[in-house]
């Protein structure tokens, strides 16, 4: 496998406009968890699925932010509009029922 | 609620010196836990997990963490540090029964020759 993949892995956007990030789990596993790292705030968690099934979006900041998780095999991230504080590297990890987390890359996105 | 706790944010051994790394966690069951390492412009590796079992785990790199139930801790150590382990780590709970996972605020190594 491949690993998590994520995409884009940079992204520049201009405030007011919709961003989307995009990340492919690791076949077989049944959670996926979306992430934000800055460097006051740390490794937060913004949202996370199960089988597909958004679980707890507690740490979705504002209504801005919304995620889906279509089928077992992606999910995205849509920030809209994005403002400038939404500056962040966005990580997308899965894990199996008694596994690690396995993590992307992540995706670096500046709101200009 | 579920929590994570690293005490330390910053920390400086000298190369070849000891480590422990502080994690207390909070959560009302047995957790998940584990210990992630994370180099500058680069994703999350795992140095090792503890979900039951032997509570003293060995990972890679030469780390090493005990789960302390008592102290509701899982701290993590190498006896002696390598210039190449500067990066950032964070402790991790996960919910057996939610699976929510969790992190601490990281603690960054820095190693001095």
């Known amino acids: 496998d491949a690993g998590v993949i994520q995409s884009p892995r940079h992204e520049v956007t201009e405030m007011g406009q919709e961003v989307t990030l995009r990340c492919k789990p690791i076949?077989?596993?049944?959670?996926l968890f979306w992430y934000r790292q800055t460097m006051m705030r740390g490794l937060e968690l913004l949202i996370y699925?199960?089988?597909?099934?958004?679980?707890?979006d507690s740490g979705m900041p504002e209504d801005r932010f919304s995620a889906k998780m279509p089928n077992a095999s992606f999910s995205t991230l849509k920030i809209q509009p994005s403002e400038p504080r939404d500056s962040a590297v966005y990580f997308c990890?899965?894990?199996?029922?008694?596994?690690?987390?396995?993590f992307g890359q992540g995706t670096r996105l500046t709101v200009v | 609620a579920q929590s994570v706790t690293q005490p330390d944010i910053h920390i400086t051994v000298s190369e070849g010196a000891s480590l422990e790394l502080r994690c207390n966690y909070s959560?009302?069951?047995?957790?998940?836990l584990f210990w992630y390492v994370q180099s500058p412009g680069q994703g999350l590796q795992l140095l090792l997990k503890y979900f039951s079992g032997d509570t003293l785990v060995q990972g890679i790199k030469g780390f090493e963490a005990e789960f302390k139930r008592s102290q509701s801790s899982f701290n993590l150590r190498k006896p002696s540090v390598h210039w190449s382990d500067a990066a950032e780590y964070f402790c991790?709970?996960?919910?057996?029964?939610?699976?929510?996972?969790?992190f601490g605020q990281g603690t960054t190594l820095q190693v001095k020759p």
């Open positions: 076949s077989g596993h049944d959670y």
């Open positions: 959560y009302g069951a047995t957790p998940y």
């Open positions: 699925f199960n089988n597909n099934v958004p679980i707890d």
């Open positions: 990890a899965s894990r199996g029922f008694s596994t690690e987390a396995f």
């Open positions: 991790a709970v996960c919910s057996s029964n939610t699976g929510k996972l969790i």
